[in-house]
């Protein structure tokens, strides 16, 4: 059979179980998700030189790391090339692009320092969603920003969340597209703190401060994300999951976000979305694959990937919830990490967009579980490949592995030649 016989053949076995597959594809190219920047060069952005710092790092040393905003855009496209359905931009306040012989630290950047990026995205018609960066910087004081109890270091990052409120709002009306500013740090301790309230006021404090900057709540749609712990601030972070949720529940306006390499190894981010859903109208989600912990590994279309994407979509939340991928690998091809990453997290949605969600509630409100095991388990071996090469073969993309053929011939025309 040809690739049209055979999606013909899929799609008849998925209306039998009750499953319309066209609508389902038509859907899934109108879901925005917004693709990270920082896969491309190791989060290591335009503003400064060094290491990265304050709780981040990347591993790996694979050739071709894009090394100015050229660059870097230019593997995006190559990369946006293989990748089906409709997409955003995700930047990190790092990534400004200055002229030469400009520079203007974090508290003092301006919509203009993020110019080109937005030429970028209007170009491929895409919104942008936003990240102040409080790492990677010589203001972070004692692994401080935020919540440091020195008050011109927590008075200059929140000078660069206000400064960043701005950039964001500037975003949204330039491209049309609401802007998601998300605020992550990774303040904390390394051992055993002695005050842990003293912190998390501190941080609270600050991020009011920022969100006291006038935006119309409209265009920009704040986050605070949590973190449970990083390399050096293993015993304690000031944003925990309980500040995070509790944050956003007493400020309105404000979402929270969670990340699912953001928790304990036995806890899983597909069970919390419904327990937020209750509560919140909107949430955000960065999407990761955590091994262990906070690894930020590329997505993959393994068992939790797949059932968040089965918890947004059978709770009808695709307009309530805003999806953005967040890792960053260092030890293989850039482009290949995010052309996996992303068309993984596409792969979860449609198959969600193709499961009898209404059947399978109604086997379990109805207590016939015993059905409803062997209902899923019957899922799992559908001919969804054929369902998801119809999508590539519609959105123009190819379906086999020749993506990965031009990406291998990219790396070797354009990545190993940079210096």
Known sequence: MNQAERYEWAREKYGAMGVDTDPAISRLKEIPVSLHCWQGDDVTGFDHDGPLTGGIQTTGNYPGRAKNPEELMQDMDKAMSFMPGRKKLNLHASYAVFEDGELADRDRLEPKHFAKWVEFARERKMGIDFNPTFFSHDKVKDGLTLSSPDEETRKFWIAHGKACIRISQYFAQETGVPCVMNIWTGDGYKDIPADRLGPRMRYRDSIEQILSEPFDKKLVKPCVESKVFGIGVE??????????????????????????????????????????????????????????????????????????????????????????????????????????????????????????????????????????????????????????AEYLHQCGISSDRKWFDEIMEYEKEVLLKRR
Request: aromatic fraction near 12%; charged fraction near 25%; include cysteine.
């Open 235 to 388: 015993s304690y972070t000031a944003g925990s999951s309980e500040f995070a949720l509790s944050f956003a529940a007493f400020h309105e306006g404000c979402l929270p976000l969670m990340d699912n390499g953001h928790y304990h190894p036995t806890e899983f981010v597909s069970d919390k979305i419904s327990a937020l859903l209750c509560f919140y109208p909107e949430i955000a989600l960065h999407i990761t694959r955590p091994v262990r912990w906070d690894s930020d590994h590329v997505v993959l279309f393994d068992d939790e990937t797949r059932e968040m994407a089965k918890e947004i979509v059978r709770n009808d939340a695709l307009k309530r919830v805003h999806m953005a991928l967040d890792y960053f690998d260092a030890g293989i091809n850039r482009i290949s990490a995010w052309v996996v990453g992303f068309n993984s997290w596409q792969k979860a949605l449609l198959n969600a967009l193709c499961t009898p969600n209404q059947m399978l509630k109604e086997l379990q409100d109805n207590n016939e579980m015993t059905r409803l095991m062997v209902m899923q388990e019957e899922m799992k071996t559908m001919p969804f490949g054929d369902i998801w």
